[in-house]
C-alpha cells in the first residue's frame, strides 16, 4: 500500500491528467489500428510469455540496422541479406591497377578507400605502380550482399551472391572470382545493375561497366607498397609493409558503426532477408538448435531461391515513387539508441559484487533506470494503486505500459495506412518484435520492483529484507542476461577494458593472418604457427567467432 502523502500526489497527478485530456486533440480522427488484434489478443501482452525459439524478428532486425556497418559484418561473417542501392554522383572510387597503365573497361573492382585498392596497385619498387581515382558522374545502381561477403572462405561467406549468380552454392568456386563477376553482371544487366557492393578488409564494389558512369579524376604513377605479393592471407615480412598492412584495417575502422559507409546509399523497401521465414521458410528448420555463427544460407530449398530472386527483380524495377518514402535506416536506429547504452549499465550494475549493508540501494539504482525507460509509457491509470490483488499478484496491471512501450515505435507507421513493400513490411514485424521483447522484459523487471517496495517513487512502509531483494535481483539478472543475449547486437561486441591511445579494438579480419585457401590442403591446417600464433587457433574453431582485442597502431604491429 501507499503512503498517505504519496497517496495525495497521485491523486493530484491524476487530476490534472484529466485537464490535459480534455483538451482538444491534434486531430479528429481517431487512430487506426494496422492489427486487428493489437488491442484484443491479451495473450501476446503477457509478460511470462518468452518470443518463440524459432523467431527471427529480432535477426532481421539486427541485420538491416547492421547494413554497411564493417564492424557488425565482420563479427557475423555469413551475409544473410541483400539491398539494392545507389551509389551516387560525385562519389569517389579506386582501383589500383594489376597489370599497368590502363584504364579497366569493364568487369573489374573499385574500392571506396584508396588505402585499399592500392593493395592491388602492383609493382616493383624500381618500376613503381598505376593508381586510378574515379568520380561516379550520374547515380549508379547496385546490389549489396551483406557480411564478409568478399572473404573468401568456403564456410558460407558468398552463399548469396552465388544464389543469384549461378541460383545455387558452389563452394568450390569460392576462388573463381572471374565467373563470378561475369554471371553477375550478366545477371544485373537485365536489372539495370552496374555494380555489387561486398566486403572484407573494407568496401568494394564489383563494376560491371567503366564506360557508363566514371570519369576520371587521376591516374597517378605511385611508389609500390609491395603489398599483393604472395597469397594474400600472408602478412607482411617488414615493417614498412606491415604498417601499411595495419592501416588497411585502420581505414575500415572508420566505418565500424552506424552509420556505416555513407556513400553507398542503400534501399531499404527492397531489402531481402533470408531471415524472412515467409519468404525462405526452408531454412527455419536448418537453424535449429544452432548458434548464430552456424547460420548458413545453404540448404536453400529450389522453390525459395526463385522466390528470392523474383522479389529481387521486383525491388530492382520499382519505381522511387511507389514506396513508403520511411527512412528505415533511421528508424531502427532510433530504437538501438534508446536502449542499448541503459540495458548495458542495468547488466553493469546487476554484476557488481555488494554487501548486504548497501543491496537496497543499489537494487533502488537499478529499478531507477527502468523507471527512466519506461516513463514516456508509464499510463496513469495502469499504476497498481487501485487494482485489484489478483492484478498485483501477477503484474498484469503493467499490461498497458508494456503494450505503450512496445507499439511506440511502430505505431506511427502502420496506423496511417501507409502503402508498405512486403521488404517494408517486414522490417516493421522485425520493429515490433524486437522493441516488444525489449518492453515485455523491462516492464517484468520494473513491475516486480515496484511490487517489491523497491522503487524510490512508491516506496513502500516497510524495506524489504535483504534476502527478498537478492532474491529479485537474480532474477532480474537473468531476465536480463537472456534479453541481451537474444538482441546480440553489436554495439555490446567491444574491447574490455577499452584499448589504449596508442591501439585500436580489432575483429579478426580476412585475409590477413587467415589460412591460405589457395593451397592444396585443407584451409584448416594451412598456416598455423604455433610459435607466431598469426590467426586464432583452427582446432577451436575461434576464426568462426571471432572476439575483439586491442592491436598497437604503432609498431611492431600484429593482427
Known sequence: MLSPRKAAVVWLALAFQRVLTAQTPLSSQPPRSFDPQLQNDLGQWDLGKAPAANATGHLVFDTANSLLQHWANTHYRIGHTIVPGTVPVGTLLYHGAITGPHLPTALDWVAVEPDHSIIFCRGSVETGCWHLTLTVTRPMKILY????????????????????????????????????IKDLCKWGQKHGVNGFVRMEMNFEIMICNFTSHFEVVSFLHLESTRLGVGPPTDLPEDSITMQHAFEVMHSAS???????????????????SFYDTALVPSLVPRRVGLERWDHRVGGISSEDIEHVQDRLAEALVRQPLTTSGIDWKTVLRVVVDRYASRLELMQYLLNLTLDDRSTFDHAQQVQRQMHTVLLPYTVFAALPLNTSDTANATNSWATPIFRACATSHEASIVTRGTILTPSERLLVQAVRETTHEICRVVTKMWASGLMAGVDHFYPPEKRPDNDHIHALMSEWREDLTQLISWLDWSVWVKCRPACGIEEMCYLPTWPLGFPNTEDDVSPFQSRWDSTSKLWPDPNKGEWKRPQPKCIRRLGPYSF
Open 145 to 180: 550482399f551483406d557480411g564478409s561477403s568478399a572473404t573468401k572462405l568456403p564456410e558460407g561467406t558468398m552463399d548469396t551472391q552465388d544464389l543469384v549468380a549461378w541460383s545455387e552454392m558452389k563452394p568450390n568456386w569460392v576462388q573463381n572470382e572471374e565467373q563470378r
Open 254 to 272: 572508420w566505418r565500424e558503426n552506424y552509420p556505416g559507409e555513407t556513400r553507398i546509399i542503400l534501399d531499404f523497401s527492397g531489402l531481402v
